[in-house]
């Protein structure tokens, strides 16, 4: 199992940028195709989006293309997430997964479900 570590979230005014790291450790996310997913307060959590392993894919939810863009360095055994033009909106814990099957394709990944491992999540707050 690989154990995944979030961090660079906090509190941001609306138009602003974060960029959330997830350190991974145990395997190489090169094994892995990793996801981002968040979860508003009293809402079921969503898709963000996915990167396959050697970032030759990557998908987005509606909500969020051309807003964010994930990234990662097999190398460090980290992806991101970078976050521009927030909105009080995506005010949620963002949760760092991988998935195991890196034979899928498109929506598959939308589905958390499909991630085997997960990390504690970190809190992105945008005030308006």
């Known amino acids: 199992q690989v154990q995944l570590v979030e961090s660079g979230g906090g509190l941001v005014q609306a138009g602003g940028s974060l960029r959330l790291s997830c350190a991974a450790s145990g395997r190489t996310i090169s094994n892995y195709v990793m996801g981002w997913f968040r979860q508003a307060p009293g809402k079921e959590r969503e898709f963000v989006a996915a990167i396959s392993r050697r970032s030759g894919y990557t998908y987005y939810a509606d909500a969020v293309k051309g807003r964010f863009t994930t990234s990662r360095d097999n190398a460090k055994n980290t992806v991101y997430l970078q976050m521009n033009s927030l909105k009080p909106e995506d005010t949620a814990v963002y949760y760092c997964?991988?998935?195991?099957?890196?034979?899928?394709?498109?929506?598959?990944?939308?589905?958390?479900?499909?991630?085997?491992?997960w990390g504690q999540g970190t809190q992105v707050t945008v005030s308006s």
């Open positions: 997964a991988a998935c195991e099957n890196i034979y899928a394709s498109g929506r598959y990944y939308y589905t958390e479900e499909k991630y085997e491992n």
